[in-house]
């Protein structure tokens, strides 16, 4: 294996001409998102008076920088970083956030915990930016949620005798197998880290494989499908309950969602959707996409089959009795929206590889379906088939044929909803299991 200065050498070599490369597509999906040119100065650290003022407000006896990436991360780290809170009374926490998305429900989270959350953007991972961010937030640790083991930051954090942590650290099969090809580029950086939270038994052993001593791996679970705070507020749920029965569609209508769609999805899935109001001809769907900026596309690809779809982002819209589709066009909110649902059909796994996360539908008691590519969710997807607790499907044929069942037997559908909430509880505690292993509960 080559030494660290060496992997560090080699990466950031490589940085400039892969930075150049997905520039243009980053600044093209920060204007989508409604990011701001003005932010971008904290991506290379510096921060407005006001924000560094927030910062240097902060507790500092314990201070975690948290980092999370977009809107996933983001609800890991919120479970965590409310856990933290509750426990610790003198803890103060940076969470910094890439996307426009992620960072405007981290800003949600500063404001309902105003001198103790500050909310940033995180640093362009070049030579020295991340020393300067460190220097300008002095945290007590460095907390990376899920995959986001970024080597300078990592490497400057361990210079200034900082710990790295990286908590419910991600590595799917498919993940293992890339890395590998570039084990001993990526060993070094990975031995850095003080620990590694991982989400299932078979990590500890991957994790080894890629420069982590043995005693720095520890079995957590996962805090995104640990039921502790996974319980959406019931006033959250009144207030789209209502909102739904304002665009037409009102309890106990049968309702269809599409969680986390991607491109191509949304027509086919409104294609069954038609289908299946042949025989249950009071169902409506509901489509929440998981990249908002593509409303437009969506709504021309369901113009084309004659539908007119409701809008979330207008406030008067209502739906077509005839084909009553509502399109979720705001974000921060599918959790709760997935308990006003009948069944729940989760994006990314029919035209694209990966997949998107089943759990929360899960735990909102819901059946689950999904498509073939769930390749990113390997172990869950076999915990909740393995206790009946979601089906996969070969494709939109199967779907329909899966979907119109579960509508038509609302036991069937009982019990793939409780069956799948019950597979969870393997991850009860990832959570606190995860927050003792970075602050032991005071005695």
Same mark, same amino acid.
């Given at each position: 294996?080559?030494?660290?200065?060496?992997?560090?050498? &080699?990466?950031?070599?490589?940085?400039?001409?892969?930075?150049?490369?997905?520039?243009?597509?980053?600044?093209?999906?920060?204007?989508?998102?409604?990011?701001?040119?003005?932010?971008?100065?904290?991506?290379?650290? =510096?921060?407005?008076?006001? &924000?560094?003022? #927030?910062?240097? !407000?902060?507790?500092?006896?314990?201070?975690?920088?948290?980092?999370?990436? +977009?809107?996933?991360?983001?609800?890991?780290?919120? #479970?965590?970083?409310?856990?933290?809170?509750?426990?610790?009374?003198?803890?103060?926490? /940076?969470?910094?956030?890439?996307?426009?998305?992620?960072?405007?429900?981290?800003?949600?989270?500063?404001?309902?915990?105003?001198?103790?959350?500050?909310?940033?953007? +995180?640093?362009?991972? %070049?030579?020295?930016?991340?020393?300067?961010?460190?220097?300008?937030?002095?945290?007590?640790?460095? /907390?990376?949620?899920?995959?986001?083991?970024?080597?300078? %930051?990592?490497?400057?954090?361990?210079?200034?005798?900082?710990?790295?942590?990286?908590?419910? !650290?991600?590595? +799917?099969?498919?993940?293992?197998?890339?890395?590998?090809? $570039? @084990?001993?580029?990526?060993?070094?950086?990975?031995?850095?880290?003080?620990?590694?939270?991982?989400?299932?038994?078979?990590?500890?052993?991957?994790?080894?494989? $890629?420069?982590?001593?043995?005693?720095?791996?520890?079995?957590?679970?996962?805090? #995104?499908?640990?039921?502790?705070?996974?319980?959406?507020? !019931?006033?959250?749920?009144?207030?789209?309950?209502? /909102?739904?029965?304002?665009?037409?569609?009102?309890?106990?209508?049968?309702?269809?969602?599409?969680?986390?769609?991607?491109?191509?999805?949304?027509?086919?899935?409104?294609?069954?959707? %038609? *289908?299946?109001?042949?025989?249950? *001809?009071?169902?409506?769907?509901?489509?929440?996409?998981?990249?908002?900026?593509? @409303?437009?596309?969506? #709504?021309?690809?369901?113009?084309?089959?004659?539908?007119?779809?409701?809008?979330?982002?207008?406030?008067?819209?209502?739906?077509?009795?005839?084909?009553?589709? =509502?399109?979720?066009?705001?974000?921060?909110?599918?959790?709760?929206?997935?308990?006003?649902?009948?069944?729940?059909?989760?994006?990314?796994? =029919?035209?694209?590889?990966?997949?998107?996360?089943?759990?929360?539908?899960?735990?909102?008691?819901?059946? /689950?379906?999904?498509?073939?590519?769930?390749?990113? $969710?390997?172990?869950?997807?076999?915990?909740?088939?393995?206790?009946?607790?979601?089906?996969?499907?070969?494709?939109?044929?199967?779907?329909?044929?899966?979907?119109?069942?579960?509508?038509?037997?609302?036991?069937?559908?009982?019990?793939?909803?409780?069956?799948?909430?019950?597979?969870?509880?393997?991850?009860?505690?990832?959570?606190?299991?995860?927050?003792?292993?970075?602050?032991?509960?005071?005695?």
């Amino acid at each position: 294996m080559v030494s660290k200065a060496l992997s560090l050498t &080699l990466y950031n070599l490589l940085l400039p001409l892969g930075l150049v490369f997905m520039l243009p597509g980053a600044i093209i999906k920060m204007r989508r998102r409604n990011g701001r040119w003005q932010d971008l100065a904290q991506r290379i650290g =510096f921060f407005p008076c006001e &924000l560094q003022s #927030k910062i240097n !407000a902060l507790p500092q006896r314990e201070r975690l920088w948290v980092h999370a990436v +977009s809107v996933g991360e983001v609800g890991v780290a919120k #479970k965590l970083i409310a856990r933290l809170l509750k426990t610790h009374a003198d803890l103060g926490i /940076v969470l910094s956030t890439t996307t426009p998305t992620g960072h405007a429900l981290a800003a949600e989270l500063a404001a309902q915990h105003p001198g103790r959350v500050v909310a940033i953007y +995180s640093p362009v991972d %070049l030579p020295g930016v991340g020393r300067l961010m460190l220097e300008r937030i002095q945290p007590t640790q460095l /907390v990376l949620v899920e995959a986001e083991v970024w080597p300078n %930051l990592t490497a400057a954090a361990t210079r200034l005798g900082i710990p790295v942590s990286l908590v419910n !650290a991600r590595l +799917s099969p498919r993940s293992a197998r890339r890395y590998q090809k $570039f @084990r001993t580029l990526i060993g070094p950086i990975f031995g850095m880290l003080k620990q590694v939270l991982v989400q299932e038994p078979d990590d500890v052993t991957r994790w080894q494989g $890629f420069g982590v001593e043995p005693d720095r791996i520890h079995f957590t679970g996962s805090i #995104k499908y640990d039921p502790e705070g996974a319980t959406v507020p !019931a006033a959250k749920i009144d207030e789209l309950r209502s /909102v739904l029965t304002q665009t037409g569609i009102a309890p106990p209508q049968p309702t269809l969602l599409a969680a986390s769609t991607h491109a191509g999805e949304e027509i086919e899935l409104a294609r069954v959707f %038609l *289908r299946l109001r042949e025989t249950v *001809r009071d169902l409506a769907l509901l489509i929440v996409p998981r990249h908002v900026e593509r @409303r437009a596309e969506i #709504k021309a690809a369901l113009h084309s089959l004659g539908i007119s779809p409701a809008l979330r982002s207008e406030s008067n819209s209502r739906v077509d009795s005839s084909a009553p589709v =509502f399109l979720i066009d705001t974000t921060g909110e599918l959790a709760a929206w997935q308990h006003l649902a009948t069944l729940v059909v989760v994006g990314k796994s =029919f035209l694209a590889e990966g997949g998107q996360n089943p759990a929360e539908a899960a735990l909102a008691q819901k059946p /689950v379906l999904f498509g073939p590519h769930m390749e990113n $969710f390997t172990p869950l997807v076999s915990l909740l088939l393995k206790h009946g607790g979601a089906q996969q499907v070969a494709d939109f044929a199967e779907l329909e044929s899966a979907c119109r069942t579960l509508l038509q037997d609302r036991t069937k559908a009982e019990q793939m909803a409780q069956a799948g909430h019950d597979a969870l509880s393997i991850h009860e505690g990832a959570t606190m299991r995860s927050m003792e292993r970075l602050l032991p509960s005071p005695s």
